[in-house]
Nanobody
Framework: QVQLVESGGGLVQPGGSLRLSCAAS????????MGWYRQAPGKQRELVAT???????NYADSVKGRFTISRDNAKNTVYLQMNSLKPEDPAVYFC???????????WGQGTQVTVSS
């Protein structure tokens, strides 16, 4: 079992920055594909960024060049640095851990990001 706890959400002005963190329990973090998803009211959950066990990354087109996903395996933590936040970025941001060996994935409880002047 893996538990994920997100933190770092909050209110920021347009153009501002936030860094989200996702702390994972368990000893298999190094092998997990970690992802950040977001869900805005009335919309489907969408993939924002992914970082694989060897630290290659993928991003949704809407956040390329503005968001950066990273991981610290020593701390069992994945981060999402969000810069140049736009009015379309507000959502609940969720952390996901996926293990290809078992096909199981785990979700955090989410953290709210609000962009408003």
């Amino acid at each position: 079992q893996v538990q994920l706890v997100e933190s770092g959400g909050g209110l920021v002005q347009p153009g501002g920055s936030l860094r989200l963190s996702c702390a994972a329990s368990g000893s298999s973090f190094n092998y997990a594909t970690m992802g950040w998803y977001r869900q805005a009211p009335g919309k489907q959950r969408e993939l924002v960024a992914t970082i694989y066990s060897l630290s290659s990354t993928n991003y949704a087109d809407s956040v390329k060049g503005r968001f950066t996903i990273s991981r610290d395996n020593a701390k069992n933590t994945v981060y999402l640095q969000m810069n140049s936040l736009k009015p379309e970025d507000p959502a609940v941001y969720f952390c996901n851990a996926y293990f290809t060996s078992s096909g199981r994935d785990f979700w955090g409880q989410g953290t709210q990001v609000t962009v408003s002047s």
